[in-house]
Every structure is written in C-alpha cells, then in structure tokens.
C-alpha cells in the first residue's frame, strides 16, 4: 500500500486544446481583418459621395493627420472617444500619438 502510482498523460490532449487556441486566434484575427476591409469600403463610399473627411457627428473636417493615422475613420477624434465611451470600448493606444491633437 505503500507503492507509488504513476499515470501516463496523453500528450495527444494538450496539443487538441493548443490546436483549438490557434484556431480560435486565426478566427479572430480573419474577423477583425474583414471589419477593417468593411471600414475601408465604407470610406470608399463616403469618397465617392464627396463625405469622406467629414465627422459624421459634428460635420466638421477631419485633420489630415488623423486621416493618415487612421484613414477610414468615420469621426473627428474627440467624437470617436466619445463614441467608443458610449460602446463601452477601450480607448485606443492610438490616441496618445502626438499627431492626432494638433
């Protein structure tokens, strides 16, 4: 009673639930990559009908910076945070680059 008991552990689990990550992780990175392409094609449109630079909630002109920085934005940055708090969205990294605020 006294013996030690050893337990073999199948390998084969530990790479189905890695394999199950990596697919989850291409699966969102395959989503947010075709959110990006819909964002872009939005702001063809908005090209075409002569809106694209344009805030959508104030109508004010979007700085060319911020449109470099963010092409496809469909807001001027102050109303972007503002609709990001409202999504409940984390602030983006994005806003601290110093040639958004100028």
């Given amino acids: 009673s006294g013996a ?9 689990g530990a790479d189905a639930g890695t394999e199950t990550f990596d ?4 699966l969102s990175m395959v989503e947010h990559a075709e959110a990006e392409l819909r964002e872009i094609d939005e702001a ?6 002569g809106g694209y630079g344009t805030c959508q909630e104030c109508g004010r002109l979007i700085p ?7 092409p496809a934005t ?4 102050d109303h972007q945070q503002q609709s990001e708090v ?6 983006r990294e994005v806003y601290s680059d ?5």
């Fill in 98 to 102: 110093p040639r958004l605020r100028s």
């Fill in 4 to 12: 030690t008991r050893i337990t073999e552990v199948d390998p084969r």
């Fill in 23 to 26: 697919r989850e992780v291409d």
């Fill in 44 to 49: 063809f449109q908005r090209l075409e009908r």
């Fill in 74 to 77: 469909h807001y001027c940055i």
């Fill in 64 to 70: 060319d910076n911020r449109l470099e920085v963010v």
């Fill in 86 to 91: 409202r999504a409940g969205v984390q602030l």
